[in-house]
Structure formats: C-alpha cells, structure tokens
C-alpha cells in the first residue's frame, strides 16, 4: 500500500505540473482578474516580505514570486491529490471535476477572500470570477487524466 502512494504521489505531482501549465495557458487568454490587480500570491509575497525586510516586493519580482508560488501549489496539490486516489479511489470520481471545484473553493471561493489577497467572486465582475472557477475546473479534469495516465505508466 505505502508503495503505491509513493507512485501516485508521484503521478500527481507530473499530473499538476501539467494542470498547471494548462491553468496558467488557460489564464493567459481568459484572465482571471484585471490586469492592474496583483494576484493573490504576489499579495501574500508582497505581505512576507513587508514583514521580513520591511519593503513591498519590486516590479521585476513579483512575476517571480507569483509562478514561484503558482507552479508550487499546482505540483503540490497534485501530488497529495495523486496520493489520496491511491489511499481513497472514490475521489478520483467526477473525473477531476471534483478536485477543481473543491480546490476553487477552499482557495478563491474562500480563504482568499477572507485573507483580503482578492475580493469574493460574487464582488467582482462575473467574467473574472467565472475564468477563475472554469481554470480551476480544468486543472482539476488535467490532473485526472494526466494522473490516470502516469499511474498506468509507473
């Protein structure tokens, strides 16, 4: 058993690199936010180092903290997705579907919002909330089936 979530720890985090990619592709046709706000990883970067060193992050480091952190959280979930499936196979149903929207919701859909990085979606206009809940659905159907995939592999 412990093998086997290694493997699928391992094909969750291939799996979120690619969700990942296709996420970030996704948002750079249909962005989630107006191009004049930071999201909400340069705001939580942005706070760090407020904090830390007592400066706001600069322009030319804040795309590195925001795919820093993007990349990060996408190859992570991923993995500790991968390695559920393995423990629980009952939450690979819904092919994806599921993780995205549960991942939606306990980031942009909550937490975020109340850590005041972005506004609630209801506060903004529709086409930005609406690109961000349909990216994350996405990533969560690319993960599945790139999971699935691996996992087959390995």
């Known amino acids: 058993m412990t093998q086997n979530i290694w493997k699928g720890v391992l094909a969750g ?10 996420k ?3 948002e750079a046709y249909i962005p989630a936010r ?3 706000r930071d999201s909400p990883p340069v705001v939580l970067g942005d706070r760090v180092k407020e904090e830390a060193a007592d ?3 600069t322009k030319s ?7 820093s952190i993007h ?3 996408g190859t992570g979930i991923g993995a500790l997705y991968g390695g559920v499936v393995e423990a629980v196979p009952q939450t690979q149903k819904g092919m994806g579907g599921m993780l995205g929207t549960a991942l939606y919701g306990v980031t942009h859909g909550s937490v975020l919002p109340m850590m005041n990085t972005e506004p609630w979606p209801l506060k903004q206009p529709l086409k930005f909330a609406g690109s961000e809940f349909a990216s994350h659905i996405v990533y969560g159907v690319v993960v599945e089936f ?9």
């Open 13 to 22: 985090a291939i799996a979120g690199v690619v969700g990942t990619a296709v």
């Open 146 to 154: 790139t999971r699935r995939y691996v996992r087959k592999w390995l």
């Open 61 to 67: 480091e804040k795309p590195v903290v925001e795919q």
């Open 24 to 26: 970030t592709a996704w």
């Open 34 to 36: 107006p191009a004049n």
């Open 71 to 73: 990349w990060a959280f």
């Open 55 to 57: 400066k706001d992050l």
